[in-house]
């Protein structure tokens, strides 16, 4: 069984160089049938419900996969390694110099070109199977979302001969399990974001929900820029506290974004109750206002 592997850090320093971040993948080589992993871009709002995709073969044949296909196995958001060279030497502003090796640049371009500054760095990952009847030789893939294409154009993969098969994704150590790849996407969640023309050094954000609904989970999207904590009653409020971390001031009221979550779904919405911010010397900030923005 041969599963084609995608390495979406080194693609998007490869990309950059190219002058386009993030919509271009490794040339793929793969059996019609087999299960292939595509990067797509940052932060693509897509999942296996909401994607579709279209394969062109060799000879001009052309298969869709519409919504809900069983074919699209996954949508993954990955992040980078937290003490990769890409972040610590962004962080820092620091680098060594070497070859494909300089953090602040590459860190850089992606903040200014390709996230307008949301330091959220996710890279999006579509797993899916190929169609069995693709001929040999290029196939180029497109994949659409919500918002349109995910990529500048389409992926190209090289067909091999042969039948291939679709992985089922074991869990380690337990062969007879399957499906645990479909655990890595999302579940619903809701973004919390803040704006206002002064930056704060800390937020405090009380939120409330129905009573009876699930257990919320908070998510901090950058540990090394902010510290969140939070307690919820058990109830119906839960409270959320933000700050700076290490000394350092943000720069962009963006990179005070965290994201709520759950096991199950949540049975009503979440709601803004009160904010209060405070500069470094403990001074309320006034117009920090808050937005709550729900994906499935």
């Given amino acids: 069984m041969r599963i084609t592997k995608s390495f979406p850090w080194l693609i998007l320093v490869l990309a950059i160089l190219q002058g386009c971040a993030a919509t271009h993948t490794f040339s793929t080589a793969a059996r019609s049938g087999d299960t292939v992993a595509l990067a797509t871009g940052w932060n693509q709002p897509v999942n296996k419900t909401n994607i579709t995709a279209q394969f ?8 869709t996969y519409g ?6 196995r996954t949508v993954v958001q990955l992040y980078p390694d937290p003490i ?12 060594n110099g070497v070859a494909l090796g300089h953090g602040p640049t590459i860190g850089s371009y992606i903040d200014s070109g390709y996230t307008n500054y949301d330091a959220d760095w ?10 069995t009847s693709l ?9 659409s979302g919500p918002n349109g294409a995910l990529t500048s154009g389409p992926i190209k993969v090289n067909i091999l001969a ?39 050094d800390s937020i405090q954000v009380d939120l409330t929900r129905p009573a009876g609904t699930a257990i919320p989970w908070v998510v901090n999207t950058r540990g090394d820029l902010k510290n969140v904590s939070w307690r919820d009653d058990g109830a119906t409020n839960l409270r959320v506290i933000l700050s700076t971390s290490h000394g350092a001031p943000l720069t962009d ?9 759950s096991g199950i779904p949540f049975a009503g919405s979440l ?9 470094a010397s403990g001074n309320p900030v006034p117009n920090v206002l808050p937005n709550v923005s729900y994906t499935p």
Wanted: glycine content about 12%; cysteine-free.
């Fill in 253 to 261: 009221m963006k990179h005070f974004k965290f994201y709520v979550a």
């Fill in 162 to 200: 042969g039948t291939g098969t679709s992985n089922n994704f074991n869990v380690q150590g337990n062969g007879t399990a399957s499906g645990s790849l479909g655990l890595l996407q999302r579940r619903n969640y809701y973004t919390v974001t803040f704006a206002g023309s002064t930056i704060p």
């Fill in 67 to 72: 919504l809900g296909n069983p074919g699209i």
């Fill in 135 to 143: 001929a040999t030789g290029i196939t180029n893939i497109s994949l």
């Fill in 56 to 63: 062109t073969d060799a000879n001009g044949a052309v298969v």
């Fill in 122 to 131: 996710n890279q999006t990952v579509v797993y899916l199977d190929l169609p």
């Fill in 84 to 95: 990769s060279k890409l972040m610590v030497e962004y962080a820092t502003g620091q680098s």
């Fill in 271 to 279: 709601a803004v109750a009160n904010v209060v911010a405070y500069d």
